[in-house]
């Protein structure tokens, strides 16, 4: 037998006998109303049958483990009196013989159930003040007094809460009140899980710091700062297992909102801290509940806080001061760069050659969701590593798209190296910024830059030059080569007149991007990362904390951030000097033009001979060739022919007028 069924065996034993003497007890008091009244012999034998059995509770109440009403008595600070009428309420959930003896121990069958009354006869040492509101039995809710109209209190019923009758009986859970208000982790680790070294040694500060905390130190607050949801439940969930505690995560939208419940649950919330060492664990990083001032729960919570008296494990962004008297906050991070590359060789094994360095340096993900792509990848059928490599580097891209449709616009990726047409040195420069996205795991990582540089880890570009002259196409170039998705800035859904909120929009769009899958593009860039200017009235103020915020937010995003502007003159000069990359997009040459002609048809077009030394001659960008080549396409679609050099120099000359530029017929006249 082992220590759990001893355990058990030996509570059973101790209620057993704890009932008995209660049932003497009663059965002693029914005599007092009997008409036949017992002899000396047999008062003599129930006197002695009583104390008998009083001995055995205590000889049962000593050494460890308690039984668990003794613990009761030991946890909740019970005096003698209020531990046996406890007694006396439980009893009636244990015992169906105990009902009918509470009726004949008080002389009225109206009364089959426990009173204050009953108890002050049946015990010893009785004390009126433990049916205070501010005394143990009913602080914590242990029992329950159902008050009739106009019932004096010592006579009214009293019950057991359910959750304490099941406790004693050595049934521990979580009371379902409490359940009401939590929800699953999105996680859940096992014991032998292991956290990568960095994030163990996050899980070990919260772990002294709730497990060295002094009583009167309560409500005590642990604030789990950064971006990572599931890193935070990861840390909280291994630093509850290692403290002994058994962590609930609450929503704090369900909170009663009347005052009254409210303390009440929270005094339920505080009891289970006591019974099942409970510890709360809120993801508060997406919510402003937490702040002072703000509604939707934010007054509930806060008093839920200040009444429960409890350990609380909370996710933020960031730290927010004033939760209560005692907090303390602890930064969580995803796993660095190399531990995510140990991750990602552990779970593959031998399956990929050199896939562990390329998805560490691009993705920066969780060992959860690392554990979870390559589950997946690999209980899909695959045979060669080329598709497992694939399906690894698709999933990881599911995984971080941002979720900003109301931010961002995602590009579907056409162009590539192919389609493009730019001076060799632009082109080079473009093939550089995707060699550094792909190879900067090896030379930050295994080179140790990184150990190096706090900051400008992340590779950003500006791409100036006229409209229609390839920058847009270049971004989908570098998205298409690196295998990443393109997002283009609405600029219109980050810039508010509301202070505040543009630099809140910015942080949702970086902190989403974060994670590698994206390739950020803002499109005419200087509308949002104009000069700062001189200060003369607040909203001056409030422009330049926002020009601000983006000088430091670009120079610490770790992704690839590319703007494209038309006027760098009108960029602010702290942005040019951050930039690693200007790459310059001219107005395409004589040769530039004609090559740009040959590519602006798909090979499926049905056309006659084209003079593209004649197209070349138009002063023209590539986006125009573009609206030139769709529209000729169209005009021959309704001849039901084919594309003609009368239909392009007629969707030519079209394209002038668009632009209000001079039109001189004779250079749209085809005599071919």
Not at 44 to 62: G, M, T, V, Y
Not at 372 to 388: C, H, M, T
Not at 395 to 412: G, H, I, N, W
Not at 569 to 592: C, M, N, Q, W, Y
Request: glycine content about 6%; charged content about 25%; aromatic content about 8%.
């Amino acid at each position: 037998m082992n220590v759990a069924d001893n355990w058990q065996e030996k509570n059973d034993q101790y209620l057993a006998v704890s009932i008995e003497w209660l049932r003497l007890k009663l059965m002693k008091a029914e005599w007092e109303h009997s008409e036949e009244k017992p002899s000396s012999k047999e008062i003599s034998n129930r006197d002695f049958a009583i104390r008998s059995a009083a001995l055995q509770i205590k000889d049962l109440e000593s050494g460890e483990p308690l039984p668990l009403l003794a613990f009761v008595k030991k946890r909740f600070g019970l005096s003698a009196f209020e531990q046996q009428l406890l007694l006396l309420c439980v009893a009636m959930e244990l015992d169906t013989r105990i009902p009918a003896l509470f009726a004949r121990a008080q002389n009225d069958p109206g009364k089959p159930y426990p009173t204050f009354a009953l108890a002050m006869i049946l015990f010893d040492a009785p004390a009126w003040d433990v049916l205070s509101p501010q005394r143990p039995l009913r602080y914590w809710r242990l029992i329950e007094i159902t008050r009739l109209m106009n019932q004096p209190l010592v006579s009214a019923a009293l019950k057991a809460d359910e959750r304490m009758v099941n406790f004693i009986k050595g049934l521990n859970y979580l009371d379902e009140r409490i359940v009401r208000l939590s929800t699953p982790f999105d996680i859940s680790i096992g014991s032998d899980t292991v956290l990568p070294p960095s994030q163990q040694k996050a899980a070990d500060i919260v772990t002294n710091s709730i497990t060295t905390i002094d009583r009167d130190q309560f409500p005590f607050i642990v604030q789990l700062t950064g971006q990572d949801t599931l890193s935070k439940q990861l840390i909280a969930q291994k630093a509850a297992e290692t403290a002994n505690f058994y962590l609930v995560s609450l929503m704090p939208d369900l909170l009663p909102q009347q005052t009254t419940e409210l303390e009440e649950l929270a005094r339920l919330w505080q009891r289970e801290s006591l019974l099942l060492r409970v510890m709360g664990f809120i993801d508060a990083q997406k919510s402003d509940i937490l702040k002072p001032g703000t509604q939707n729960g934010s007054f509930q919570l806060h008093r839920f806080f200040s009444v429960s008296q409890g350990i609380f494990l909370i996710g933020v962004r960031e730290y927010v001061p004033g939760l209560a008297t005692f907090s303390t906050g602890v930064e969580i991070k995803k796993p660095s760069p190399a531990e995510q590359q140990a991750e990602w060789k552990q779970m593959l094994g031998e399956n990929v050659n050199g896939t562990a360095a390329l998805l560490a340096g691009q993705f920066s993900l969780n060992t959860v969701t690392i554990r979870q792509i390559v589950r997946g990848a690999i209980g899909e059928d695959s045979n060669r590593e080329e598709d497992l490599h694939q399906k690894l580097w698709s999933k990881c891209l599911a995984t971080t798209s941002p979720e900003l449709d109301t931010l961002v616009q995602k590009l579907e990726l056409k162009a590539t190296w192919e389609d493009i047409v730019l001076p060799e040195a632009s082109e080079k420069q473009l093939r550089q910024i995707a060699s550094q996205v792909r190879y900067r795991s090896l030379v930050y990582d295994n080179w140790g830059y990184r150990d190096k540089m706090n900051r400008g880890l992340g590779i950003n570009a500006l791409f100036v030059g006229e409209s229609g002259t390839g920058k847009t196409m270049a971004a989908e170039v570098l998205a298409n080569d690196l295998g990443l998705h393109l997002y283009r800035i609405d600029l219109s859904g980050v810039v508010s007149k509301y202070i505040g909120e543009t630099e809140k929009n910015l942080r949702r769009l970086f902190d989403a991007a974060e994670d590698g899958g994206a390739i950020l593009f803002f499109d005419e860039a200087d509308a949002l990362f104009g000069k700062r200017s001189e200060v003369k009235d607040s909203h001056d103020r409030y422009a330049n904390i926002e020009i601000n915020y983006l000088l430091q937010r670009m120079e610490s995003y770790n992704g690839l951030a590319i703007l494209a502007t038309n006027k760098k003159s009108a960029l602010d000069d702290a942005f040019i000097r951050r930039l690693r990359f200007i790459v310059h997009f001219p107005f395409p040459g004589t040769k530039e033009r004609k090559m740009i002609a040959e590519k602006m048809f798909p090979a499926s077009v049905p056309k006659s001979k084209i003079d593209y030394d004649r197209l070349a001659a138009l002063n023209l960008t590539g986006g125009n060739f573009y609206n030139i080549a769709i529209n000729a396409a169209f005009m021959a679609a309704e001849d039901g022919g084919e594309v003609t050099m009368p239909l392009i120099l007629s969707a030519a000359r079209a394209e002038f007028q668009k632009m209000e530029r001079p039109v001189k017929e004779a250079d749209f006249v085809w005599n071919g």
